[in-house]
């Protein structure tokens, strides 16, 4: 049975780890409400360049000759995978659920391509990734610290170059996509090449084009790949806020049952102890008598 001394000490320890559980849970909390802040600051232009080129993209694929290198379709031998992770734990479930979709999708697609290449953003899939000696093409370092567009810009012009130099015919993002504060969605969204969403009234409608309908996909495609990349990191950060959040949340919920067992425990040892010490007194003085 452990002493008072070692009972005392390990709830000082616990209430240590219950502060710190605490204030990281209060710091996921403010950077969630500033992650979902830049998704919803994000999601106007998105959806506008969404329309835009879903319009001038279904009438250059309907028009064969004109249509533009990231929208041709082509055959597709070697693809690559960016798994998005964070680069710290205490999240939960987070990193994991992504390397899981991301196994799944290596098993269901082996058979699509000759080969498939890995890239990672975030030491988490870097270090998992390379423990299982899996060949990583590309680590891309420091992305989630300050992130910003331009990164996420520097990221679809290096795979838009590859596509365009014919090094890979498909890439394909696996991130958390964020539904709330507790609940996160990992998923697998092709990069490339890309697939605008399909319009009836785009296909019937055409425009006059300044300078010239070619001119305008190479300005739009290259921003849509960008925004889909930039999208994915927001998605993914969010989630990881929102998960580490809900993990810190329910490690101070165990602190304290733990608090609270402990202290039981420390009361009923000390109640014994004294309980002890009165008897020997009493077993003292009848022996005087």
């Known amino acids: 049975m452990p002493s008072l001394r070692d009972i005392r000490n390990r709830i000082t320890s616990v209430k240590s780890t219950r502060q710190i559980t605490k204030a990281m849970k209060m710091v996921a909390a403010a950077k969630l409400r500033r992650a979902q802040d830049a998704i919803l600051r994000t999601r106007p232009y998105a959806q506008l360049l969404d329309k835009a080129l879903t319009r001038v993209a279904a009438r250059a694929i309907a028009d064969e000759a004109a249509v533009h290198p990231l929208l041709a379709p082509r055959q597709q031998k070697v693809a690559e995978v960016v798994v998005i992770t964070s680069d ?106 890309i697939e605008p969403p399909a319009s009836e009234a785009a296909a019937t409608i055409d425009f006059l084009y300044e300078p010239s309908r070619e001119a305008l996909l190479a300005e739009l495609l290259p921003r849509h790949v960008a925004m889909q990349v930039w999208r994915a990191l927001l998605e993914s950060a969010a989630s990881e806020h929102g998960a580490r959040m809900s993990a810190m949340e329910s490690a101070t919920k165990n602190a304290e049952e733990m608090i609270a067992a402990l202290t039981l425990q420390y009361n009923r040892a000390r109640q014994a102890y004294v309980t002890k010490e009165l008897m020997e007194i009493v077993g003292g003085a009848e022996a005087l008598k």
């Open 88 to 193: 710290r734990g205490l999240a939960g479930g987070f990193n994991s659920n992504i390397i899981r979709r991301t196994q799944r999708f290596l098993t269901e697609s082996g058979d699509r391509f000759e080969r498939i290449e890995l890239a990672t953003i975030g030491r988490k899939a870097k270090d998992f990734l390379r423990a299982r000696k899996l060949e990583v093409r590309k680590d891309f370092l420091g992305v989630h610290q300050g992130l910003t567009y331009e990164k996420a810009e520097a990221i679809a012009q290096e795979y838009v170059q590859r596509y365009l130099a014919g090094e890979v015919d498909a890439v394909h993002l696996c991130y958390n996509e964020f539904k709330s504060a507790i609940a996160q969605t990992p998923v697998v969204v092709q990069l490339l090449p």
